[in-house]
């Protein structure tokens, strides 16, 4: 029965395995070029690097015929550094080492990120396969062919040389390195390297000096980072290390705290990182000879000497030489010679390491800083010619600006005169149009309206001559229609007086005149206005007075003034008219004895020149200033206590 089953299970492993195969096959097939092929085995094999090893190997010997058939040696060298990268996931560190260096030998030379991307790779390899000098040398290649200006693997290539660096002792420049890397780590927000560089810091800062605790807050800030990921063996190495801290500084009991806190949780048992437990181990030894535990002190080197014989040679050196110390406090010479022995040859093949790779080290990085030197000379070099250029371009192009900018201007204002030109010839056929409209229109309101007006004005005058009798109703409604149509009669004057005047056809006919004579006329056709108003109105004149001037003119001037002081002037008040000679020049005035004019009047008749009537109720005083200045006289508009008054002035 158990046969069966277990066969069952194959057979089904079997069907599975090649439905996964069909699946990846097909998903092959839609690949057109070894680009997408290469992105198809990037996906699947970081999948499934540690939950389906098979499906990520088969995936990578589906896709290898297609990639190598490209003969495309940059897509070639991609899909060998994803095979090494899929064994470094795996912890095969051999096997990704001889995949990253199978991929440098397709990459191509022009590919300089790509390259260095492959030697950092190769650093962390031979890290872990303890070749410390190998990975300073990879890693000092990797920081040659990445650009300066690499944000994601410069840091990261900085930080696996602190570790490096750390392993070869060379303590102050794995703190240098792995600070560099934290500062690129912070502002982009990486929690996981950020907690490794605190952790490099922290130990460089553990060996460069133990008498503070700036070590153990490294570690502690690193333990916090990884707390926020919930990265359980990350947290384990950071205890540790705080423990080693602590004894390094003396504080026994908290180091042996933490290191027991490590081992009593078994965190350790399942680690792919091989020295891990060894160093615990040995730590511990170390803590126990401290509390003077001899016992728990000999316990914990014998299980580090054991498990590091083939996993580090420094923590090899340090267990030989704790047994060595305990052997030889027991009195045991043979056993703490044999153990001195082994401690010497660790030290001194260890030494000869760090020795070594510490000459490479300070060569290596002379010659990065030079080379670093060198690019940023190039770069500004390559800056000043690039501001050069862009400086002689600039000026092109405002000289290129300014000319298109003038011609635009003088097709902008040639386009305006020819518009102008049209508007104008358009506007002026216009206002031709419109005078002879006007013109039409006066000839009609002169012969059309006058008429009738002056001859209804005369029929209404013979009418009470005739000796008829009228009711009172019938001769308030004719007075009332006379003194109507005796206004109608006198806007009409004023207006053919301003249009002819706007026309330009207004002449003046200038004549001996009798003043008194034209003034009675006036007060003939005012005199109808009076009573409804209960007004009265006065005239001053000297006997026998004439002067020569247009009778017309004049008499449209007395009866505009005349007009305006009854209109502003108060019922039951008297209006002067008042004319006399002044030093060869005819002075007439008109007084009201009300209130007088309104300031807002007054303000714009001092101001003629810019006055244009809106109605006419304004035409009167326009004609009055415009009349006054064909005569050469002028106008002046004053108030005084009893009213005010308007003195036209004619020389």
Same mark, same amino acid.
């Given at each position: 029965?158990?046969?069966?089953?277990?066969?069952?299970?194959?057979?089904?492993?079997?069907?599975?395995?090649?439905?996964?195969?069909?699946?990846?096959?097909?998903?092959?097939?839609?690949?057109?070029?070894?680009?997408?092929?290469?992105?198809?085995?990037?996906?699947?094999?970081?999948?499934?690097?540690?939950?389906?090893?098979?499906?990520?190997?088969?995936?990578?010997?589906?896709?290898?015929?297609?990639?190598?058939?490209?003969?495309?040696?940059?897509?070639?060298?991609?899909?060998?550094?994803?095979?090494?990268?899929?064994?470094?996931?795996?912890?095969?560190?051999?096997?990704?080492?001889?995949?990253?260096?199978?991929?440098?030998?397709?990459?191509?030379?022009?590919?300089?990120?790509?390259?260095?991307?492959?030697?950092?790779?190769?650093?962390?390899?031979?890290?872990? +396969?303890?070749?410390? /000098? @190998?990975?300073? &040398? *990879?890693?000092? !290649? %990797? =920081?040659?062919? $990445? #650009?300066?200006?690499?944000?994601?693997?410069?840091?990261?290539?900085?930080?696996?040389?602190?570790?490096?660096?750390?392993?070869?002792?060379?303590?102050?420049?794995?703190?240098?390195?792995?600070?560099?890397?934290?500062?690129?780590?912070?502002?982009?927000?990486? +929690?996981?390297?950020? /907690? @490794?560089?605190? &952790? *490099?810091?922290? !130990? %460089? =800062?553990?060996? $460069? #000096?133990?008498?503070?605790?700036?070590?153990?807050?490294?570690?502690?800030?690193?333990?916090?980072?990884?707390?926020?990921?919930?990265?359980?063996?990350?947290?384990?190495?950071?205890?540790?290390?705080?423990?080693?801290?602590?004894?390094?500084?003396?504080?026994?009991?908290?180091?042996?705290?933490?290191?027991?806190?490590?081992?009593?949780?078994?965190?350790?048992?399942?680690?792919?990182?091989?020295?891990?437990?060894?160093?615990?181990?040995?730590?511990?030894?170390?803590?126990?000879?401290?509390?003077?535990?001899?016992?728990?002190?000999?316990?914990?080197?014998?299980?580090?000497?054991?498990?590091?014989?083939?996993?580090?040679?420094?923590?090899?050196?340090?267990?030989?030489?704790?047994?060595?110390?305990?052997?030889?406090?027991?009195?045991?010479?043979?056993?703490?010679?044999?153990?001195?022995?082994?401690?010497?040859?660790?030290?001194?093949?260890?030494?000869?390491?760090?020795?070594?790779?510490?000459?490479?080290?300070?060569?290596?990085?002379?010659?990065?800083?030079?080379?670093?030197?060198?690019?940023?000379?190039?770069?500004?070099?390559?800056?000043?010619?690039?501001?050069?250029?862009?400086?002689?371009?600039?000026?092109?192009?405002?000289?290129?600006?300014?000319?298109?900018?003038?011609?635009?201007?003088?097709?902008?204002?040639?386009?305006?005169?020819?518009?102008?030109?049209?508007?104008?010839?358009?506007?002026?056929?216009?206002?031709?149009?419109?005078?002879?409209?006007?013109?039409?229109?006066?000839?009609?309101?002169?012969?059309?309206?006058?008429?009738?007006?002056?001859?209804?004005?005369?029929?209404?005058?013979?009418?009470?001559?005739?000796?008829?009798?009228?009711?009172?109703?019938?001769?308030?409604?004719?007075?009332?229609?006379?003194?109507?149509?005796?206004?109608?009669?006198?806007?009409?004057?004023?207006?053919?007086?301003?249009?002819?005047?706007?026309?330009?056809?207004?002449?003046?006919?200038?004549?001996?005149?009798?003043?008194?004579?034209?003034?009675?006329?006036?007060?003939?056709?005012?005199?109808?206005?009076?009573?409804?108003?209960?007004?009265?109105?006065?005239?001053?004149?000297?006997?026998?007075?004439?002067?020569?001037?247009?009778?017309?003119?004049?008499?449209?001037?007395?009866?505009?003034?005349?007009?305006?002081?009854?209109?502003?002037?108060?019922?039951?008040?008297?209006?002067?008219?008042?004319?006399?000679?002044?030093?060869?020049?005819?002075?007439?005035?008109?007084?009201?004895?009300?209130?007088?004019?309104?300031?807002?009047?007054?303000?714009?008749?001092?101001?003629?020149?810019?006055?244009?009537?809106?109605?006419?109720?304004?035409?009167?005083?326009?004609?009055?200033?415009?009349?006054?200045?064909?005569?050469?006289?002028?106008?002046?508009?004053?108030?005084?206590?009893?009213?005010?008054?308007?003195?036209?002035?004619?020389?």
């Amino acid at each position: 029965m158990k046969f069966l089953t277990s066969l069952l299970f194959l057979l089904l492993s079997l069907v599975g395995y090649a439905q996964s195969q069909d699946t990846l096959v097909m998903w092959a097939d839609t690949c057109s070029s070894a680009e997408e092929l290469n992105s198809l085995v990037s996906k699947v094999v970081r999948r499934n690097a540690w939950s389906n090893l098979d499906r990520a190997h088969a995936m990578i010997a589906i896709a290898k015929p297609g990639v190598f058939a490209s003969e495309d040696s940059t897509e070639i060298g991609t899909f060998l550094r994803e095979h090494g990268i899929l064994h470094a996931i795996r912890q095969d560190h051999d096997s990704a080492k001889h995949w990253f260096e199978q991929a440098l030998l397709w990459q191509p030379k022009s590919d300089s990120g790509d390259i260095g991307y492959l030697y950092r790779n190769l650093c962390v390899a031979h890290r872990q +396969l303890e070749n410390y /000098s @190998s990975s300073l &040398n *990879s890693g000092y !290649l %990797a =920081l040659r062919y $990445l #650009d300066v200006k690499d944000s994601v693997m410069r840091p990261l290539t900085y930080l696996e040389m602190a570790k490096t660096l750390y392993k070869l002792q060379d303590y102050e420049l794995s703190y240098e390195y792995a600070q560099k890397s934290l500062d690129y780590f912070e502002s982009t927000g990486d +929690l996981y390297n950020q /907690s @490794s560089a605190n &952790n *490099s810091i922290g !130990l %460089a =800062l553990m060996e $460069l #000096d133990t008498m503070t605790n700036a070590s153990i807050q490294a570690f502690r800030k690193s333990n916090s980072v990884k707390a926020l990921m919930s990265d359980t063996m990350s947290i384990v190495v950071s205890l540790a290390n705080i423990g080693i801290s602590h004894y390094q500084l003396g504080n026994n009991d908290s180091a042996l705290y933490y290191l027991k806190l490590v081992e009593s949780k078994q965190w350790l048992d399942q680690t792919p990182y091989p020295f891990m437990l060894p160093m615990l181990q040995v730590n511990l030894s170390s803590t126990y000879m401290s509390l003077d535990n001899w016992q728990e002190a000999e316990r914990y080197a014998k299980l580090a000497y054991e498990g590091s014989k083939d996993a580090s040679t420094f923590v090899f050196q340090r267990a030989c030489h704790n047994l060595y110390k305990v052997y030889n406090r027991r009195g045991d010479v043979e056993k703490a010679l044999s153990y001195y022995v082994q401690f010497h040859k660790a030290y001194e093949k260890n030494i000869k390491v760090s020795n070594d790779a510490r000459l490479i080290t300070n060569e290596q990085d002379v010659r990065e800083q030079m080379r670093v030197l060198q690019l940023e000379m190039l770069q500004k070099e390559h800056l000043l010619e690039k501001a050069e250029n862009e400086k002689q371009l600039k000026w092109l192009y405002i000289g290129l600006g300014v000319l298109v900018f003038l011609v635009l201007t003088l097709l902008q204002m040639y386009a305006l005169m020819l518009k102008k030109r049209r508007v104008s010839q358009e506007a002026l056929l216009r206002l031709n149009q419109l005078d002879d409209a006007k013109n039409r229109l006066f000839s009609i309101i002169g012969h059309d309206l006058r008429g009738p007006i002056g001859n209804s004005l005369f029929l209404l005058k013979e009418i009470p001559q005739r000796g008829d009798k009228l009711s009172a109703d019938s001769a308030d409604i004719m007075e009332n229609v006379r003194q109507g149509l005796a206004e109608v009669n006198g806007l009409l004057e004023n207006l053919l007086i301003w249009a002819k005047d706007q026309a330009t056809e207004l002449k003046l006919t200038k004549t001996e005149v009798n003043i008194n004579s034209v003034v009675h006329q006036c007060e003939q056709i005012m005199t109808p206005l009076l009573p409804n108003r209960r007004m009265k109105m006065s005239c001053a004149i000297d006997e026998g007075l004439t002067w020569n001037i247009d009778p017309n003119a004049y008499s449209t001037i007395i009866r505009n003034l005349v007009s305006n002081a009854l209109k502003y002037a108060p019922t039951d008040s008297e209006v002067v008219v008042s004319i006399h000679v002044e030093e060869g020049v005819l002075i007439t005035r008109v007084k009201d004895s009300g209130p007088g004019i309104p300031r807002e009047v007054l303000d714009q008749l001092k101001n003629l020149k810019e006055y244009r009537p809106d109605t006419s109720k304004g035409m009167g005083l326009y004609l009055v200033y415009m009349l006054t200045k064909e005569h050469g006289g002028d106008i002046e508009v004053a108030a005084c206590e009893e009213g005010s008054y308007v003195e036209v002035r004619i020389p």
